[in-house]
């Protein structure tokens, strides 16, 4: 018999999913509002997505969307795709292409969808899956409708209303409705409303929303992310199940004994003969993280990293005695190992649930949900702080994260104690890049150097994996880094890595055949040879959006420059030093008989600041531009 409450739901649903979709005119590009359509790629005409929860196990999701595409930038955003798995299945999806005049030119039915995996070749195994409409537009404008209805037996990852998803794209209406038939504790949280046009109507049990008329919004330099910028709602239930596991959690503390008793539980045990190495391994050390060294040492060196996305595997980890057996595990497979190994050795460590990316994305403090984490790394406790350890890094120095996983909010799972903290964050004068090079300039416009150049912080990051490439690498590298030098040769090179301080250092012999401009007799050149920020963010007539700076960096540098001889120094740049909100520079220069010497200090500060900063922070990096670019004169001596 079916069942007579989700029948009228899905009826009432429909109804409104269906009331703008007969009015033709959302087909034809000619019908967008003219606001609408300035500086955007394309135009969300309709998108409407509803939900429905049956039962704790029991999950409809119904999305129609009708986007016209105005040029090829603009075809990312059509969206006709959907994943699906055994516990994900899609029951309906097709698409329909119109043109420029709204008339119906090709038409998808499931059959006609391109059935692929949904992950890319690092994953060893995963039933995941997608079905994806491959379309070749014939010309621009035209309009694609999509329709897709999902049945699903996971009610603990309810989508997020995201009814902006990207930038260069407007949108004339999008609507999310929900409706928690099941009584399962219904949360919610909303995100950036302030300065969009939405509307809402929600009950203890249901959500809807609708947002109208968003003009295309603006990929401004140094934006904020986008979960700091775009309207957003973070659904939710208490009670769930995800692929088959139930769970109760109304905030973090719950989530995290889900994921300890649900998840973690038991599987923790390696074998005995490992257990007897590493014991041996670390029979000497009495430090807790002296012993934690010698484990994710041993990890490094005797695994590997392979994503595993199989049914719960994309949330729990398989067993530390899989992982041991394998030699191979996911970031989930291989934390879980390591801490088991931890566990082994009498070292404490927590499982840790992170947003991982260049852009720092903290998990809600305020709201516990399995829709936010896209990594595990692991917690080792000292007196006062936390040793962060990225497990799936074989490269990575103990207690160094990067910023892959940097300053952001994660959760420490723990038992009974699972609490939302704060990863490392690196400081903005500790990311040093010092350099010191002896470069001695030829009259023909070239120069020799030899240079040393130390990293710490975020800047070792960007230096560290030189010495695992080969020679064409390393010298494609320098090429690039220093493209402003003509016929840049790397005459040699060598670098000491030393992990203990976090330290990278590159020892290096280069020359030029050509690098300043000969006038007349004259020599002119840029004494900043190694180091030169040309870095001016664009210009805007009317910034539209605040900005940030994610992280601050310290460089400083020392060039003995020893000019031709038969050559003098007609004038050397004036001392520069500029300081401000945003950080600090400073250039010296002296000179003694064909000695001058470089001094250069840049400093700059990670910070959040408003739309009205922009062109002060601008105005800091043209100085800064004008201070790398000067330039000394040499006149030959008569």
Request: with cysteine; charged share 25%; aromatic share 12%.
């Amino acid at each position: 018999m079916p069942n007579i409450k989700y029948t009228i739901s899905a009826l009432l649903f429909f109804i409104s999913f269906f009331t703008l979709a007969q009015n033709d005119y959302i087909y034809s590009s000619k019908t967008i509002p003219k606001n609408l359509t300035g500086k955007a790629n394309a135009v969300v005409r309709y998108n409407e997505i509803n939900v429905v929860i049956e039962s704790k196990d029991e999950l409809s999701i119904i999305e129609k969307r009708v986007v016209t595409v105005l040029n090829e930038k603009g075809v990312s955003a059509i969206g006709a795709y959907s994943g699906y798995d055994r516990y994900n299945k899609i029951k309906k999806i097709e698409a329909k292409v119109f043109n420029d005049n709204g008339e119906e030119i090709k038409k998808f039915k499931k059959k006609d969808f391109i059935d692929r995996s949904a992950v890319d070749g690092g994953t060893l195994y995963s039933d995941s899956r997608l079905l994806l409409m491959g379309y070749t537009p014939v010309s621009y404008p035209f309009t694609v409708e999509f329709l897709c209805e999902i049945e699903s037996s996971n009610t603990a990852a309810i989508p997020t209303w995201r009814p902006i998803n990207n930038y260069y794209v407007s949108v004339q209406k999008d609507s999310y409705n929900l409706i928690d038939n099941a009584n399962l504790g219904l949360r919610y949280k909303e995100k950036n409303f302030d300065e969009y046009n939405i509307t809402k109507k929600n009950t203890s049990h249901s959500l809807s929303y609708t947002l109208e008329n968003s003009n295309s919004l603006l990929n401004e330099d140094l934006s904020p992310t986008y979960n700091s910028l775009f309207p957003q709602v973070l659904i939710a239930v208490e009670n769930f199940s995800f692929y088959g596991v139930e769970g109760k959690a109304k905030n973090w503390l719950e989530f995290g004994e889900w994921i300890n008793n649900a998840l973690l539980e038991g599987r923790n045990e390696v074998m005995e003969e490992t257990k007897e190495e590493i014991l041996k391994l670390t029979d000497t050390y009495i430090d807790p993280l002296e012993k934690a060294k010698v484990v994710f040492k041993f990890v490094q060196e005797n695994t590997r990293y392979i994503s595993v996305q199989v049914g719960i595997g994309g949330v729990q980890p398989i067993s530390a005695l899989e992982v041991d057996e394998l030699k191979y595990g996911d970031c989930k497979g291989l934390t879980n190992y390591t801490k088991s190994l931890l566990d082994v050795v009498g070292v404490t460590s927590y499982y840790t649930i992170v947003e991982a990316g260049r852009a720092i994305i903290d998990l809600e403090d305020d709201f516990a949900s399995l829709e936010q984490g896209n990594h595990i790394i692991l917690a080792i406790p000292t007196n006062d702080d936390m040793v962060w350890l990225d497990c799936t890094s074989q490269q990575h120095p103990f207690n160094f994260i990067g910023d892959f996983t940097d300053n952001r909010n994660v959760l420490v799972v723990k038992p009974n104690a699972s609490k939302i903290v704060k990863t490392k964050v690196y400081i903005d004068s500790l990311n040093y890049q010092t350099t010191n090079a002896n470069i001695k300039l030829e009259a023909n416009g070239g120069f020799a150097s030899k240079i040393i150049r130390k990293t710490s912080g975020l800047q070792y990051d960007n230096r560290f994996n030189l010495e695992r490439k080969t020679n064409d690498e390393v010298i494609k590298f320098y090429k690039y880094h220093w493209s402003y030098i003509n016929n840049l040769k790397i005459l040699q090179y060598k670098f000491h890595n030393n992990k203990n301080d976090i330290e990278f250092t590159e020892y290096l012999d280069v020359k030029a055949d050509s690098y300043a401009s000969i006038l007349d007799k004259n020599i002119l050149f840029k004494p900043n040879f190694l180091n030169q920020n040309s870095f001016i963010p664009t210009r805007y007539r009317e910034r539209k959006m605040p900005f940030e700076i994610s992280r601050g960096y310290l460089d400083e540098d020392l060039f003995n420059i020893e000019i031709p001889e038969g050559y003098e120094i007609e004038a050397l740049p004036d001392i520069v030093y500029i300081k401000s909100e945003f950080g600090e520079y400073k250039l010296e220069l002296s000179s003694n008989d064909n000695l001058i010497t470089y001094k250069r200090k840049l400093f700059i500060k990670k910070g959040q600041y408003s739309r009205t900063d922009y062109k002060s922070y601008r105005d800091f990096r043209k100085q800064i531009s004008k201070g790398d670019n000067s330039k000394i004169v040499l006149k030959l001596i008569n």
